[in-house]
């Protein structure tokens, strides 16, 4: 049976031998490396070392070969074929992202489950070889509220935890009544919100900036920002197109200034040059110049983007509001900008992402939010050596609010998809 | 409701005087941005007197009596502020041409691997864009600086390359290169390379005057190999290396010495910086080749293209016209990311100019519009590079 196989071309006719033997060296090969990495077993220590690492790929490359059977007429085999096994090069690929994958992952979910040690109140509890998330646990509430009063944290779950629900009612509500709802979220709930947070007023003890922090001020920096960079870069993105040479060149000017220096440069400007261009004794608040820096900065960004969705647009649009005896403020509302907005919803979303992302910035003023409280936890004298563990679950946090986002305007963007 | 009707009544005043109509905004938009930056000037001029600071650039001719970590050029704490200055600028300018080149390369093999028919490698491809585009940047900075380099192990137990290059938790320490006569190697690949360019010139004219095809691209391999190596031997040309060796310097304390050092910070930087744009350039790969359009694969196929050709004269032409413009945005942006470093303590222009020399001499206005308007140039000389490349590419109509 053995004499009659080609083995530099595998054939159709002897379709089972081939997929026995492809699929048995396969196998080998995925057992000897998961016996390698996961219980310390080298079945192949007969070999030289070299060699015996790089058996299972060896093994495996041998496998891919004698199943490569174009139009076999098994299908799943076809499936296979077709999607990880296309070519021998393709089939090496393939078997090093398994190779990478299995010799990685013991290592990865030792380091963060198995060998982790997770409840527990100092480092000395932290046995184990892996992460100490006793690190998070213990620094926990700071990461979450910075330095706020630990009697007047409620204030900050409170305030978030409402924001929560009025975005979910926003979702429920009859269409009639969204609108308000909507009305009362953009104009009236952030003042609560500060209001809520800064104190001074209501019975309220009075807690001042310098003593916010952790996630809860990169929300407070990304909500306000967020929601004043939108309108300042939409005025911007009509100004660059408006026909009156004053106002479009000062867009232009404005816009192209904020985009091409750094943001970093923009903090030292808003923190040390800044002061310097009030009226002596005037005093703003640290993080109000740091938002307006930001929303500034973004908004530039977002002018841009703006711009892009308002070239998109047929001539006849403009045309056809404008024959409607619309003058340009309601041409602007009701025609244009509702569709040019539906067409950028990708990019206005890259945009706030990349405002949320750069909000750790603000460290280097000297405001503390979740990155810049995990640099305080880890030079604590008490918790010297847990930057990993601290980054990396920063850097989870950011993902998962980072992914929600994007997600969430892949939805919009479906939702309001139209055929042109 | 009056407001309403007075802004009906004011809408209507315009709408009589077209060119009040058209004046008034602007006049308006002048006068506001005169006002502000006035009263900004006037503020500035004020508080600078009150605290006798008088608005000039002469600081800069000072002694900056500091130290920078690393350079490029000959400095120490007796050279001048502006000379601080250039270093912070060369080092910026550094971290930037080592963050775009891994970029550019690690961003297109990611961007074609998501496009891969393979479907285990373009959804390897997708994880790590995913990943690694939703983590702020200086998050990673931070990362591989305090929590992955600094895992490294001490000079004394360095990660040894074949004895000549160390990986260590101060640097990396590799072999220096000390050349005899550079200048004839240098001249002689000059020479290959106008070669190269007279030969592909030739080729075209020919294929075009006569449809004979010149084998272009052996001849200038040819020429790439055996022009160098003609003038290797004929100008004498030597190579010595200076490897890092590794001294005591106190009982207990070792570093390396000779090589060339380079710092974690910069490896740091220039990992999260080619990291995290990749994720970016790798998308706009992937839409460019993606807007190619099936057609025009199938049309190269039917007048007998190789699958080779094809990529080369008929999809990447078309592919690099979409990739460019955004690519340009992104290589801008890691220009601009690079100021990160200010956080890890990397020299770059942000550290040395707008830290330490601001913290120095207290001229906050002047330092950190030196320092806005440096990053202006570089940002306005790259997109007017970019913008001239993207002009010739661009299809040229009839």
């Known amino acids: ?159 978030f935890i409402s924001l929560f629900l009025i975005v979910g009612a926003a979702f429920f509500v009859s269409p009639k009544n969204k609108k308000y709802v909507i009305i009362f979220l953009l104009f009236i709930f952030p003042f609560i919100l500060i209001s809520l947070l800064s104190g001074g007023n209501f019975g309220l003890n009075k807690v001042p900036t310098n003593e916010w922090g952790g996630l809860a001020l990169t929300f407070i920096i990304s909500i306000f920002a967020i929601l004043f960079c939108f309108p300042v870069g939409m005025l911007l993105a009509l100004g660059r197109r408006s026909s009156a040479p004053v106002i479009r060149y000062s867009s232009i000017g404005f816009i192209e200034f904020w985009r091409g220096v750094p943001l970093i440069t923009v903090l030292f400007m808003a923190s040390v040059m800044f002061p310097m261009f009030l009226p002596d004794g005037t005093f703003l608040d640290k993080l109000i110049r740091v938002i307006i820096a930001i929303t500034l900065f973004e908004a530039a960004y977002m002018a841009e983007v703006i711009r892009g969705g308002l070239q998109a647009l047929p001539r006849g649009q403009y045309d056809a509001g404008k024959s409607l005896g619309m003058n340009y403020w309601k041409l602007h509302l009701l025609v244009i900008l509702p569709q040019a907005l539906k067409l950028i919803i990708p990019g206005i979303a890259n945009t706030f992402l990349a405002l949320v992302k750069d909000t750790p910035l603000i460290l280097v003023v000297g405001l503390l939010e979740l990155v810049g409280m995990i640099d305080m936890a880890k030079t604590n004298p008490k918790w010297l050596g847990f930057a990993a563990e601290g980054y990396v679950f920063a850097g989870l946090v950011f993902w998962i609010i980072c992914y929600a986002m994007s997600r969430y305007s892949q939805n919009l963007e479906q939702k309001y998809k139209t055929d042109r | 409701m009056k407001i309403k009707n007075l802004a009906s009544g004011i809408g209507d005043f315009l709408d009589d005087r077209p060119r009040l109509k058209r004046y008034l905004p602007q006049a308006l938009t002048l006068f506001f941005i005169v006002f502000v930056l006035g009263y900004f000037t006037f503020n500035a001029q004020v508080n600078m007197g009150n605290r006798g600071i008088v608005f000039g650039f002469g600081f800069l001719q000072q002694e900056a009596s500091f130290d920078i970590q690393f350079s490029l050029i000959d400095y120490d704490g007796s050279y001048s502020y502006g000379r601080a200055y250039l270093v912070g600028l060369l080092n910026t300018i550094l971290v930037s041409v080592v963050g775009i080149f891994f970029a550019t390369i690690l961003g297109v093999i990611i961007g074609i691997s998501r496009l891969s028919p393979n479907y285990l490698i373009s959804k390897f491809a997708e994880i790590y864009v995913e990943i690694f585009r939703n983590i702020p940047l200086l998050l990673q900075i931070f990362f591989w600086y305090f929590a992955a380099l600094r895992a490294l192990p001490l000079p004394k137990e360095a990660i040894n390359f074949f004895d000549i290059s160390y990986l260590t938790v101060k640097g990396w320490f590799i072999p220096k290169f000390i050349w005899t006569n550079f200048s004839f190697l240098l001249s002689s690949i000059l020479l290959a390379i106008v070669g190269i360019f007279l030969t592909y010139n030739y080729a075209k004219r020919k294929q075009e005057a006569t449809g004979q095809r010149i084998p272009a691209f052996f001849i200038s391999l040819g020429l790439l190999i055996a022009l160098p190596f003609l003038g290797v031997f004929l100008g004498n040309v030597g190579l010595s290396f200076e490897y890092p060796t590794l001294i005591q310097q106190t009982t207990t304390i070792y570093n390396f010495k000779g090589g060339v050092g380079i710092i974690p910070e910069l490896i740091a930087l220039a990992l999260a910086l080619s990291l995290y744009t990749a994720t970016f350039i790798a998308e706009c790969v992937r839409a460019g080749i993606m807007g190619v359009g099936k057609g025009q694969k199938e049309a190269a196929a039917s007048i007998g293209l190789t699958p080779g050709q094809t990529l080369r004269l008929v999809v990447m032409p078309q592919a690099l016209r979409i990739i460019i413009p955004p690519t340009t945005n992104q290589y801008l942006n890691l220009t601009k990311n690079s100021s990160l470093a200010a956080a890890i303590a990397y020299p770059d222009l942000v550290l040395v100019f707008a830290g330490t020399a601001m913290m120095q001499t207290g001229r906050a206005i002047e330092i950190v519009s030196i320092t806005m308007l440096t990053y202006l140039t570089l940002s306005i000389l790259i997109s007017m590079f970019m913008n001239w490349y993207n002009k010739k590419i661009a299809i040229k109509e009839k």
Not at chain 1, 5 to 25: E, S
Not at chain 1, 50 to 60: D, E, Q, V
Not at chain 1, 83 to 97: A, D, E, K, R, S
Request: charged content about 15%; hydrophobic content about 50%; aromatic content about 18%.
């Open chain 1, 1 to 159: 049976m053995i004499g009659n196989l080609t083995f530099l071309k595998p054939r159709r006719d002897k379709l089972n031998t081939y997929i026995f033997l492809g699929a048995t060296f396969f196998t080998l090969g995925i057992f000897d490396l998961i016996s390698n990495s996961f219980f310390d077993k080298n079945i192949t220590f007969f070999l030289p070392e070299i060699l015996s690492f790089f058996t299972p790929l060896l093994f495996g490359f041998i496998g891919l070969h004698l199943i490569r059977i174009e139009y076999s007429g098994n299908k799943n085999l076809d499936i296979i074929n077709k999607n990880i096994n296309i070519n021998w090069f393709n089939g090496i690929l393939t078997l090093l992202v398994i190779f990478v994958l299995i010799k990685g992952m013991p290592t990865l979910l030792n380091w963060a489950f198995f060998d982790a040690n997770f409840s527990g109140t100092s480092k000395e509890e932290c046995t184990g070889s892996g992460a100490c998330w006793v690190f998070i646990n213990v620094w926990f509430e700071r990461l979450m509220y910075g330095l706020y009063p630990n009697d007047e944290i409620w204030r900050i779950n409170v305030a």
